[in-house]
């Protein structure tokens, strides 16, 4: 838990979100300001700034599969989706807590 982080304070319901999954190690919950028909974040609940700090493999894996099941779940997962890290400021990661981007339910544009 990082003081002022936005998703830390989600994650313990300091600040209310729509989640669509939670276990030990990570939430999803809908995006607030979706860019898609389906916008959901997926965010391990341990605070790392994004890709670059994380070292647990296992869950990096385990979010891989989460993500497979919500896109199941979401119905997106035959017509496709796209998954999204923002990794850094030339990536214009907002939020800097480790966060994936699941996108899905329309035909996406390239960027
Ligand atoms: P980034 O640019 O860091 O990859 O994306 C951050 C994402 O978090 C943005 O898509 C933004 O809409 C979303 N976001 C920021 N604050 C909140 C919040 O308080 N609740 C939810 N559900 N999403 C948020
Ligand atoms: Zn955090």
Do not use: W
Request: charged residues 25%; aromatic residues 4%.
């Amino acid at each position: 838990m990082k003081e002022d982080c936005i998703f830390c304070k989600i994650i313990n319901n300091e600040i209310p979100s729509t989640k669509v999954y939670e276990d030990d190690t990570l939430i999803a919950f809908n995006d607030i300001n979706p860019i898609a028909p389906v916008h959901i974040l997926v965010v391990p609940k341990v605070h790392v700034e994004n890709l670059m700090e994380l070292e647990d493999n296992e869950l990096l894996v385990h979010i891989v599969e989460v993500i497979k099941q919500i896109a199941k779940e979401q119905g997106i997962d035959k017509e496709g989706f796209r998954v999204v890290t923002n990794n850094g400021e030339n990536a214009g990661q907002e939020v800097k807590h480790l966060h994936f981007h699941i996108l899905g339910g329309k035909k996406l544009g390239v960027n």
